[in-house]
């Protein structure tokens, strides 16, 4: 019997994963932490995240399959909570992801995921420790083709705080807990899901979006981009979590050269899926020029409001990303037996069909861009 604390099962790739795992309806107890008042509200909190990928009766019903544990995985070494003593399995997927939060982001991800790991010290029959991280810890002056064991490097040239926080908690893992069965799973740029679209999430397939409709990269359209469906993530980190034996302790989650992107592949597929703008003419522009993505910006989108703003800001940081030209190795996970994954042309039609406009699919990621407000931590002492 398999019994696994998942945690950031209300975010994005957590719900895919649980999604994923409970469809399976195998005998396997999730135990999922969750930020809430009370063992319902986190209930509902997960059965709201599931049912981007269900409908809500199913949903509700999955919710039903798994214990809520309210709690904030920060403090999970204060919580001795004896249903998270008898645990096989830890999905640990809960990260501030919000780029700019400095402080409160490296709080959370780095010494949050070290206070889980000092709690699993305390779990005897724990034979994996998924943590995932991010295959971005690369930096900016990486090689076109990433490698797993290039990094973390100390000398990586990070765009954002989030990614200092993810590489640092990869080092303080490997460092502090030898003696945990850890294994680090880094996905790419996880963007909709390869059969319902934008619908389970919208996250980042509005920075796409708008290159098309700014009509403007900052790099060749040669460049890779690499991109995989949140169902492939989930499906593969749900293999990760489980195969009994793996060859490596640290796997990217990646599109890798057969599955990743290029961005003159991504303007096709614009064109086939939407015939009525005819072929697509793209600029090629200098990051540094910022004067010319501003101008392009407010003549397609405006520049009225802070939202529109925000989103200028936001779309001058992924294009830096964009510009990167990188491709994340998978060898690793295909020799390990897991499927290719799709690449997101073969699945932008199916995003596009199921999106509204660009600017409410940004909103709907706006916590990425904001400044963190404090944390209002909930009391660990918990009601069955
Ligand atoms: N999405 C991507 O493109 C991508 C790419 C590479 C790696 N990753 C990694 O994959 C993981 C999941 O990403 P995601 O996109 O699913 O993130 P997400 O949608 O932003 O969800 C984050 C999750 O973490 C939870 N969380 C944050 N702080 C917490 C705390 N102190 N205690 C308990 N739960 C907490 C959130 O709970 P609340 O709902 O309570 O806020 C939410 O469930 C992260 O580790 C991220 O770094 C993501």
Redesign the pocket.
Known sequence: MQRIPL?????????AVLHHALDRDDATEWVC????GSVEQGRQ?VAA?LSRFTDPFTAQRLARKVEIVP????RADLDMDPRLDGVTHIL??????SWWGDERVYR??HD?TLALARRARAMPGLERFLH?????ICGADAPHIVEEDAYPHPDAKHLVA?TVS?AATETSLAESFPDLPIVVA??????GHSTLGAAP?S??LWVVRAADRLRMLPCDPDSAVDIVP?DWVAATLYGLLLKPELKHRLYHVSGGAAGSTRWGDLIRAFEAADPSDGDRAFTRFDLADRAALRTRFAEVFGLDGSLKQVMLRATRAYFAFCALDLTFANDRLLDEGFAQSPSLPMYLATCLASSGEILDQFADDL??FATPAP?VCQPLTVSA
Do not use: Q, W
């Not at 945690?7 to 719900?15: E, S």
């Not at 880094?186 to 963007?191: A, Q, T």
């Open positions: 945690t950031g099962a209300t975010g994005l790739i957590g719900g932490l969750v930020r809430c909190r995240r709690g904030d995985f920060t640990h997927l809960a990260a501030d992801t959370t991800n949050g995932v991280g991010t295959a971005m989030y993810k880094r996905p790419s740029i996880v963007v999430s996250s980042i949140a916590e990425m944390i």
